[in-house]
């Protein structure tokens, strides 16, 4: 059975959520990442904070999601209007993330299918060519959502290194 998704948007009330979880979603990283570019754990436990995290509950054209899967915390998602193609986009995916113990439950696909239905209009979502199981996911999630125009693209290498899925909702 689907689960039942619900989507809070964050305030500055609530950011600090985010941040937490915001240092799963880094070391979930770790495993696809080089080992050059692995952050160090620093000796607060931590990697450090997210840079600016707070641009999206304090700007326009930003917003952060808490993701609820029945009734329990399951993940994020951050929204702003960035494009790594250089093209008009009025969505782009930032980072998007659901904890382990909500994954392969189609939490992620009710979850991604939710914002959509919020937020109609030209979206973006690059996937990091060290991400394999978001190269997945992207095509797969995207394809089952009532989307058109689907392009997939790649980056430049310089600005962005992987697939980009650029479509209208």
């Known amino acids: 059975m689907a689960p039942s ?3 809070t948007r964050v305030t500055a009330e609530h950011g600090g959520i985010v941040a937490r979880l915001m240092q799963f979603y880094i ?3 770790t495993e696809l990442l080089p080992p050059a570019k692995i952050p160090d754990l620093e000796e607060t436990g931590d990697f450090g904070p997210y840079p600016d995290l707070s ?3 304090s700007t326009v054209n930003h917003t ?3 993701i ?5 915390l399951a993940g994020f998602a951050l929204l702003n209007d960035h494009s790594h193609l250089g093209r008009p986009v009025d969505f782009n995916m930032a980072e998007f993330f ?3 113990p909500s994954r392969r439950r189609g939490v992620a696909r009710a979850a991604f299918h939710r914002l959509l239905n919020m937020h109609p209009g030209t979206w973006e979502v690059a996937i990091g060519a ?3 199981p978001a190269q997945g ?6 394809a089952a959502a009532n989307v058109s125009d689907l392009e997939t693209l790649e980056g430049d290498r310089v600005a962005w290194t992987g697939p980009i899925l650029r479509f209208r909702v």
């Open 55 to 57: 641009v999206y509950w």
């Open 5 to 7: 998704i619900q989507l």
């Open 98 to 100: 659901i904890a382990r």
């Open 137 to 142: 996911f992207w095509p797969s999630a995207i």
């Open 68 to 72: 609820h899967a029945d009734g329990k």
């Open 130 to 132: 060290c991400n394999k």
């Open 27 to 29: 070391y979930d990283f």
């Open 64 to 66: 952060a999601w808490l």
